[in-house]
């Protein structure tokens, strides 16, 4: 066993660099100099506040999991918490501070086309597992063959299972399927990079959306309709935040937070407690029985609750900031997950992940031309399948704060699809493996 213990493992002190980073994005990309204008021209702050933690992690000064041996030969193994509490207590928070002001008319106006790019996401991750493995099949039957409990395709399974859905679904596909669980690091790894790889080109085409706009054709109408709305909302209850407007909002954010979780042990423990299907780690309804699932429902439902008392007001002191800093701080703590050397440690399967996200991202783009839907409702269509609700609220939040919730409310529907999406990918990529 290898020591991959990095050089700080205190969360403390990672949370501290985390920040570091994104005062230095934050400082630099508002700079007058003409050097770090020209700079952000091109490469967008939101990329360098995920990517910057990912260098970190990669050159060893921290990592998400660890293990560590001791000169007695004691190992202990670690793992970073940072992530767990940004994507369980402040991605809640932003999601109910950046729905106080919501327009869910104006949401509703945006037409069937954000729920159309979110499906063509499903369908192309489920065809494209398939076609990879054959495509892949060809040239190397060994990266995609094994037998039993070996046999590749089941561990692609969980792979289907987390891109479609989330992690709930992933792990279901693992227990379904029955693949070895000491090959199943490597699948994790496909994972990573690859969605990663594609959550970075994501975030560089937000500072190109308008050119990808105009090829697409695109009309974004609707959408500058709810990011108008809502910023003329916010400017005409704007004032200056006292500090018991600071302590209010966040008492709000972190009231519902609290809720959210209790209601989600709440839910997920009756369900499975009550109903078998829920219960059983087998089943294509296990998902419904994950705490994240109900957590991020119930924060969604109380925030638009909100948005219809006086509580809405508060968005003139502020509000959708104080969840953006949150959700920026999600970013980097998601960005912390990728180390770029992990590409090198499988890259048999690290083609088929590609292979994978092409056909999904190639698909995206064809029915995004056929319908002419913006560059906005083909990223946050995407991450709804590939992040879940940790990513693509990101992604919508960084076209605008008002759209943070559009990209939630695709990413719950995930989960609902995701374990059925699944099964019926891995039952093609099988047949794709025996051909």
């Not at 703590?333 to 190639?362: E, F, Q």
Request: hydrophobic fraction near 50%.
């Amino acid at each position: 066993m290898e020591d991959t213990s990095p050089l700080f493992t205190d969360d403390t002190i990672v949370f501290g660099l985390l920040m570091l980073m994104l005062g230095f994005v934050f400082y630099t990309s508002t700079s007058v100099k003409p050097y770090w204008q020209k700079f952000y021209k091109y490469i967008p702050a939101l990329l360098m506040a995920y990517m910057l933690p990912g260098v970190l992690t990669t050159l060893g000064i921290i990592a998400p999991e660890w293990t560590r041996i001791t000169e007695s030969g004691e190992v202990i193994e670690g793992s970073s918490q940072v992530y767990y509490i940004s994507s369980r207590y402040l991605l809640p928070a932003a999601l109910v501070l950046m729905t106080l002001s919501i327009d869910l008319k104006a949401i509703y106006n945006l037409g069937p086309k954000a729920l159309i790019m979110f499906l063509t996401g499903t369908v192309g991750i489920i065809i494209g597992g398939p076609i990879a493995v054959l495509l892949v099949s060809i040239v190397s039957p060994e990266t995609v063959g094994g037998a039993g409990p070996d046999a590749v395709w089941r561990g692609l399974s969980t792979l289907a299972g987390s891109w479609i859905g989330g992690g709930a679904n992933q792990a279901a596909m693992l227990e379904i399927y029955g693949y070895n669980t000491e090959n199943y690091a490597g699948m994790v790894i496909v994972d990573i990079v690859v969605a990663n790889i594609w959550m970075a080109i994501l975030i560089l085409g937000i500072g190109k959306s308008e050119k990808i706009d105009k090829w697409l054709k695109a009309d974004t109408s609707a959408i500058e309709v709810l990011k108008e709305k809502v910023s003329n909302y916010a400017a005409g209850i704007s004032r200056n935040p006292s500090l018991a407007d600071y302590m209010v909002i966040l008492g709000i954010a972190f009231t519902v937070v609290g809720i959210s979780h209790f209601g989600a042990s709440g839910i997920s423990s009756f369900l499975k407690s009550n109903f078998d299907t829920v219960s059983d780690t087998t089943s294509a309804m296990s998902s419904f029985g994950s705490q994240f699932f109900w957590m991020i429902s119930i924060a969604t439902v109380l925030g638009i609750a909100l948005s219809f008392t006086r509580f809405k007001q508060y968005e003139g002191a502020g509000a959708s900031k104080l969840g953006s800093v949150f959700i920026w701080i999600l970013v980097a703590s998601i960005g912390m997950k990728m180390d770029i050397t992990k590409i090198a440690d499988n890259p048999g399967l690290i083609i088929v992940g590609l292979i994978w996200m092409i056909i999904h991202v190639a698909l995206m783009f064809l029915i995004a031309k056929i319908i002419r839907a913006p560059y906005f409702f083909l990223a946050v269509g995407s991450k709804a399948n590939i992040g879940g609700a940790a990513s693509a609220p990101v992604v919508a939040a960084a076209f605008h704060p008002s759209l943070a919730t559009v990209g939630v409310l695709l990413a719950v529907f995930g989960y609902v699809v995701g374990t059925y999406g699944a099964m019926f990918c891995a039952e093609l990529m099988k047949i794709a493996a025996a051909s």
